[in-house]
């Protein structure tokens, strides 16, 4: 709700980077904020500048969540939300971003 109302770019009141700061590297959190800001704004093309991997991430929590209402709505069982088995997957696909957005070459996932 907060960030809805200030945006990060312009109000100083969201926590920074820790990782961000001592590096200067950006993380696979970084922009998040800002990325939110966005999306709650209608504007996805500065959410997906901001941090892609969230508005990648929300959009598949989204179809998880909607399968699963699905499913159980048809009395079907339901896994986890978030099985064991997808979790390295995720961290690979978490690492990869972190170390492209790092990248010159890939500057444009940096927010
Ligand atoms: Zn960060």
């Not at 998040?32 to 966005?38: F, K, L, N």
């Not at 989204?62 to 088995?85: E, V």
Request: net charge positive; hydrophobic share 55%.
């Amino acid at each position: 709700m907060l960030v809805f109302f200030f945006n990060p770019a312009t109000h100083k009141i969201y926590p920074a980077c820790q990782f961000h700061h001592l590096t200067g590297l950006n993380c696979p959190g970084c922009g998040m904020t800002r990325a939110a800001y966005a999306l709650l704004h209608g504007e996805f093309l500065a959410a997906l500048h901001d941090n892609a991997l969230f508005v990648f991430a929300l959009g598949a929590l989204a179809i998880r969540g909607g399968w699963l209402g699905w499913n159980k709505l048809r009395g079907r069982a339901n896994g986890g939300f978030f099985p064991a088995k997808s979790l390295w997957p995720l961290l690979v696909v978490a690492l990869v971003f972190t170390v492209l957005r790092n990248l010159p070459d890939f500057a444009f996932l940096s927010p």
